[in-house]
């Protein structure tokens, strides 16, 4: 029973400072961004927000960039109103999350091949992800900051937008939605051997079942792709379906802003690293 609440302790309190983690990070982008949407409004949509093309590309880029990091930026480019719905899917769909270290060194021709891939294929996903959203007349980002006045620099700024707005309005929700997932799977992976369950099931089984495993808001069930496939358990295929599928850490932050644009993304995700699986399942990839 000791070890037992000294294992749970350990996992409250390594995941806390996880979460603390991921918010500084988080909140210096928000900060920068909304400083930068202020100053550079016109500018900056004029770059990125110019062609949807722009995005995809630029987004995927950045999600194949190891770490959560970039997937953040974009979260927060799409809070913004500054990036459309296709981006903020090529970014979940091309990033491996901090697993991509990982990767590099457990196998690092996989993972330059995965980067490679994950980038065409986040472009791609991306604007798939607009025409289905006009299509099926699917509303996101309904609460994005859209209009900013550019007089509100200097004390206003800090006190309405870095205070009011991130720090007291956004801060304590997205502790909540980062730490209570974050302790949940990690309780699970800690107690359930993810691993021996899954080196036995078929191809078409995996390709599934990582997809699924993806929607998790977590990079650490990556791993366990990650580790049969440098043993050579699972193929190629499992291993890519499973970086498309997941997110790591990136959609925590829109979670906590958006639940339903966080549920539209997953759901499309999920999807089309489910369709790219069976595409190679069928041509024995």
Same mark, same amino acid.
């Given at each position: 029973m000791d070890e037992e609440l000294i294992m749970l302790w350990n996992i409250v309190l390594k995941n806390f400072w996880m979460t603390v983690k991921i918010i500084v990070m988080v909140t210096t982008l928000m900060i920068l961004i909304e400083y930068l949407e202020v100053k550079y409004k016109d500018k900056i949509r004029e770059v990125i927000t110019g062609k949807p093309l722009?995005?995809?590309v630029m987004a995927s880029l950045l999600g194949a960039i190891p770490g959560c990091m970039d997937a953040f930026l974009v979260v927060s480019l799409y809070i913004h109103g500054m990036v459309g719905f296709g981006a903020l899917t090529s970014v979940m769909l091309s990033t491996a999350g901090d697993e991509a270290f990982i990767m590099l060194a457990m196998a690092p021709e996989a993972?330059?091949? +995965?980067?490679?891939?994950t980038i065409i294929l986040g472009i791609i996903g991306g604007f798939l992800a607009d025409k289905a959203i006009k299509r099926l007349k699917i509303k996101t980002c309904e609460h994005c900051i859209i209009e900013i006045h550019e007089e509100q620099t200097g004390t206003h700024f800090l006190k309405e937008h870095v205070y009011g707005h991130i720090l007291k309005k956004h801060i304590p929700r997205l502790f909540l939605w980062i730490f209570v997932p974050l302790t949940?799977?990690?309780f699970l992976i800690q107690h359930f051997d993810f691993a021996a369950v899954i080196s036995g099931m078929p191809v078409s089984a995996l390709i599934v079942f990582a997809a699924?495993?993806? +929607?998790?808001?977590?990079s650490g069930p990556h791993m366990i792709f990650l580790i049969l496939y440098s043993k050579g358990l699972i193929p190629f295929s499992v291993l890519l379906v499973s970086t498309l599928s997941q997110d790591g850490h990136g959609l925590l932050p829109l979670l906590s802003h958006t639940v339903k644009d966080t549920l539209y993304v997953q759901v499309f995700t999920t999807g089309f690293s489910l369709a790219i699986g069976i595409i190679l399942l069928v041509i024995g990839v």
């Open positions: 722009n995005q995809y993972a330059l091949k +995965i980067f490679a891939i949940v799977v990690e699924l495993v993806g +929607i998790i808001p977590e």
